[in-house]
């Protein structure tokens, strides 16, 4: 079992429609959770970090439930612009800040 | 500032050859990553360092060797490439564990193809 899973997608959204969807994550050690971005054939950017109350950021806003181990992203009034592959990611701050990756969410935003 | 920076933007490769994967950081940042995407899949991590002399293997780092002489430079070595090596590398730094910024940022990445 991978230690963080999403759904590949892709997820078709209309423009100016809500689109959520979930990751999971399997290691209970893990601290931090964050949503990357990443456009097509470029480095992944930070989009925001999800904190235990959850948190919003615009339009963007993320949960993070522990008991069930997922977290949880949701994207309203959908521009094209945010057509992008969204990557799940957890830290274990032990040994380096490592992140583990999800394999990314791919939303396609259409008119 | 100018981030990280990585270079190549691309490369060729033929089986057995041999290269290094410059990256290198202005942002002052005690660690450094090296990871790889293959086509429709997450990052893994191949090496990282949480400082200048220290390295660790991660997930993947069958086939690759590091070095961390400085803070600022953390190049990834290739000695025999293989076609499975094919694949997008990208180089991350962050603040150390323990500081409130734990994002890390990454290089815009070296697309290498092993033929």
């Known amino acids: 079992r991978k230690e963080v899973e999403q759904d590949p997608g892709p997820f078709n959204v209309p423009e100016g429609a809500t689109v959520a969807f979930n990751c999971t994550y399997s290691n209970s050690a893990s601290q931090s959770f964050f949503w990357y971005r990443q456009d097509c054939r470029k480095e992944p950017k930070l989009l925001m970090s999800v904190y235990s109350s959850g948190n919003e950021d615009g339009r963007f806003t993320a949960q993070l439930n522990r008991a069930s181990q997922y977290i949880s992203l949701l994207i309203r009034d959908s521009k094209l612009s945010d057509s992008a592959t969204y990557l799940c990611?957890?830290?274990?701050?032990?040994?380096?800040?490592?992140?583990?990756f999800g394999g990314g969410t791919r939303v396609l935003v259409k008119p | 500032n100018a981030g990280v920076t990585q270079t190549p933007k691309f490369r060729i490769l033929k089986i057995g050859q041999s290269m290094t994967l410059q990256c290198t950081q202005d942002m002052n940042h005690n660690y450094m990553y090296w990871y790889r995407q293959d086509p429709g899949m997450g990052l893994k991590l191949i090496y990282y360092s949480v400082g200048a002399g220290i390295t660790d293997k991660g997930e993947v780092p069958n086939g690759y060797n590091v070095s961390r002489s400085t803070t600022e430079d953390f190049p990834l070595r290739l000695e025999l490439a293989a076609p499975s090596q094919t694949s997008v590398y990208f180089c991350?730094?962050?603040?150390?564990?323990?500081?409130?910024?734990?994002?890390?940022?990454f290089g815009p990445g070296t697309r290498l193809l092993v033929l």
């Open positions: 990611v957890s830290l274990i701050k032990a040994a380096g800040n490592k992140l583990t």
């Open positions: 991350a730094s962050s603040y150390p564990a323990g500081v409130l910024k734990e994002t890390q940022y």
